[in-house]
């Protein structure tokens, strides 16, 4: 059975940091790209960060460069894991966060994730 589970949101105020991590299991998700959206309330999921199998390339959208830094461990081989650590953290970057998992490389386009977890709420306030 495919789980994705995300933890780690929380409230912060303007210019701290939150970590989100992601625990991924049920498929060989080292063979996988992972990346993190976000999505608020009536608008369509955006995508924030992806790594590639290998952690060879890393990919960001520009509003989140410098400041977010995605990584993965995939040392346990069976649970398979996916951080976003996230610093200066702005009130736009209030979103519910979520972790997603696809065969074609660490891409933005949404469409080409297979696993995505419930996501976890990130609140800035300013």
């Known amino acids: 059975q495919v789980q994705v589970v995300e933890s780690g949101g929380g409230s912060v105020q303007a210019g701290g940091s939150l970590r989100l991590s992601c625990a991924a299991s049920?498929?060989?998700?080292?063979?996988?790209?992972m990346g993190w959206f976000r999505q608020a309330p009536g608008k369509e999921r955006e995508f924030v960060a992806a790594?590639?199998?290998?952690?060879?390339?890393?990919?960001?959208?520009d509003s989140v460069k410098g400041r977010f830094a995605i990584s993965r461990d995939d040392a346990k081989n069976t649970v398979y894991l996916v951080y976003l650590q996230m610093n200066s953290l702005k009130p736009e970057d209030t979103d519910v966060y979520y972790c997603?998992?696809?065969?074609?490389?660490?891409?933005?386009?949404?469409?080409?994730?297979?696993?995505w977890g419930q996501g976890t709420q990130v609140t800035v306030s300013s």
């Open positions: 790594i590639s199998r290998s952690s060879i390339t890393t990919y960001y959208v």
């Open positions: 997603a998992a696809g065969v074609y490389g660490p891409v933005a386009n949404p469409s080409q994730y297979q696993y």
């Open positions: 049920g498929r060989t998700f080292s063979t996988y790209a």
